[in-house]
């Protein structure tokens, strides 16, 4: 065999079985690994005249590295030696399995030729397929193509095993990692026409609408939902084989296999500058482009040349943070993963991903586990996870919101202190000096929000302040603000339009536009229509004068406002439209009166 084969079985109760029939030479091992993944049962076959070879040895590796749960060990063609021989062969397999997951497997001597021991074949692998296997059930699609090929009237078809999740005809999938979109024509299972299929199932798919060209082995169709979840560098934890191709520095480039994939890739360990033989480590793999991976897939990793089999392990998490930066309690957090429940998983997943806030639905994506799972862990979680309510509903660490909220406010502090003579920052200046801070300006905008909200910053339109914080101009600043608040505080005459401020005061426009801008943003100035303002206190006095004056006669006229006050009528007219719209008096035709919650 070079070329993986398939073939289906039925044992007693009329279940049918997928076969994958893997070569055995050592020359076509990334062949084997193709179609090696998504097994619950593994069938070893050793020939008693050949015994253990070193092929094997490196098979049973893999077997290990890839954690598959149940296996039975065949030895062959058993009519053509002698009955120590068959033991010798016994004995070679027992110390494989001996102190493996594999430990207790059976070893069950047989002949094709003859007969003898097929039926204990039969019943072995008919025990171990109808046992539970514990597993975590996955919602999203995944299927690993391992063989592409067109028939006639029909159009291009792909096989594999659905590792998870299901799909029905007519559904929408994406082809990995290309991102095209297609549709799912025809499904058959063993030879059978279905309407769905699901996870484990030997399984091939009619696709309309594309070429057989343009799909490879090792491409994967998967559901929408995870076509999100591709990144170009993972957390992983590796177990290395002993041999000594297992020496090496960081930065190795080296064949990585996961499902029927195959990819260069970099390795680099997080806690040390190389690799030994029989070394478990976490490390940092780097693709040549973004892969779709989910927490927990496993792999297996090969020379470059694809001469030996190196090691393999278990993924963990997209891989946000640089290498140098990472902190002691994340590689801490990165060893645990793996023996950790799902609470503590999402907790990792928290911190390490760059945003403050994940959607659950992005949580159910990345672990792919079905959403009541990850509620039901968040429920159990304690107060270092916060629910938060921002464009979906997200989950975020408590201590990571503070931290952000926390150099947001430093960031409007430190802005003050060395701008005192403005309002605030800017909302874009703010964005553009904490972009590298935070995943985007809209995580900005809600912590800022959260800020206004407990009253710790106030929003003023295009500018954040810090709470009570007041403009301080100095100098000939601070005297020249003195001077435009004196200017449109006094009501004897019309108040200057902006535009004769420079000429007033003896300053260029740019510093007097500045200086009234800073007064009106402080509430020390009221515009009253585009060009004229008047002086706040000013303003608050007489308004205090015309509600008085509105309690004892009921109402107010231009005439007697204009009187009450000493000014001109343009400039009554202008005030009293004002505290109309200030909600202290309504107008009615010619005349004023309070407004009822002012009564």
Request: hydrophobic residues 35%; aromatic residues 8%.
């Amino acid at each position: 065999t070079i070329e993986l084969g398939f073939a289906h079985f039925e044992i007693a109760d009329g279940q049918r079985y997928g076969i994958i029939d893997v070569p055995g030479h050592e020359k076509f091992i990334p062949n084997m690994l193709a179609g090696a993944h998504g097994l619950d049962v593994v069938m070893m076959v050793v020939a008693a005249d050949d015994g253990a070879k070193p092929q094997t040895l490196e098979h049973f590796e893999i077997l290990h590295l890839l954690k598959v749960p149940r296996a039975l060990f065949v030895i062959t063609k058993i009519d053509m030696v002698k009955a120590g021989r068959i033991d010798e062969v016994r004995e070679e397999i027992q110390i494989l399995i001996d102190g493996s997951h594999l430990e207790g497997s059976r070893i069950i001597p047989a002949s094709s030729k003859t007969g003898e021991g097929l039926d204990d074949v039969r019943k072995e692998i008919s025990r171990l397929v109808s046992e539970e296997i514990p597993r975590i059930e996955h919602p999203y699609f995944r299927f690993p193509i391992d063989r592409v090929f067109t028939i006639t009237g029909f159009g291009t078809v792909v096989t594999g095993t659905i590792i998870s999740g299901s799909v029905n005809i007519e559904d929408e999938i994406i082809l990995s990692p290309i991102g095209k979109k297609l549709r799912i024509r025809n499904i058959e299972v063993h030879e059978c026409d279905v309407k769905s299929a699901s996870a484990g199932q030997r399984t091939a798919i009619n696709l309309p609408k594309i070429e057989k060209v343009e799909i490879e082995r090792g491409m994967e169709l998967i559901s929408p939902a995870l076509n999100s979840q591709m990144h170009s560098k993972y957390y992983a934890e590796i177990e290395m084989l002993n041999h000594k191709a297992c020496r090496f520095k960081n930065f190795k480039r080296v064949r990585l296999y996961k499902g029927a994939s195959e990819s260069i890739v970099t390795l680099v360990n997080l806690t040390e500058n190389y690799f030994s033989p029989k070394g478990k480590y976490i490390v940092d793999i780097g693709f040549r482009q973004p892969a779709l991976i989910t927490s927990h897939d496993r792999f297996i990793i090969r020379d470059e040349t694809n001469r030996y089999t190196l090691g393999g392990g278990e993924f963990i998490l997209p891989s946000t943070i640089k290498r140098a930066k990472l902190p002691t309690e994340f590689l801490d957090r990165l060893v645990l993963f793996t023996k950790s429940d799902l609470n503590s998983q999402i907790k990792s997943a928290l911190v390490f991903d760059k945003k403050i806030a994940v959607p659950i639905n992005e949580l159910v994506a990345k672990f792919n586990r079905h959403s009541k799972d990850i509620e039901s862990a968040l429920n159990t979680s304690d107060d270092d996870i916060l629910r938060l309510k921002w464009k979906t509903n997200c989950v975020g660490l408590r201590k990571k919101l503070e931290e952000k909220k926390t150099l947001i406010l430093n960031t409007v502090v430190e802005y003050h202190q060395d701008n005192p003579e403005k309002l605030g920052i800017s909302k874009q200046e703010l964005r553009d000096s904490l972009k590298r801070e935070f995943s985007d300006d809209e995580e900005i905008e809600n912590v800022w929000e959260l800020l206004r909200e407990n009253g710790t910053v106030i929003d003023e339109g295009e500018y954040i302040k810090r709470t009570g914080f007041k403009v301080e101009f100095k100098g000939a600043d601070a005297e020249n603000q003195r001077r435009i608040i004196d200017l449109y505080s006094d009501f004897t005459s019309n108040p200057p339009k902006r535009d004769r401020l420079p000429e007033l005061l003896g300053i260029d426009k740019d510093t007097a536009f500045r200086l009234l801008q800073g007064l009106v943003k402080s509430k020390e100035l009221l515009m009253l229509k585009s060009d004229f303002y008047v002086g706040r206190k000013a303003f608050d006095k007489v308004e205090e004068q015309t509600k008085e004056y509105l309690l004892k006669n009921g109402s107010i006229s231009i005439i007697d406002f204009k009187n009450l006050i000493g000014t001109n009528r343009n400039l009554s007219v202008m005030m009293l439209e004002l505290m109309d719209s200030r909600g202290v008096t309504l107008r009615q035709e010619n005349s004023r009166i309070l407004r009822r919650r002012e009564v």
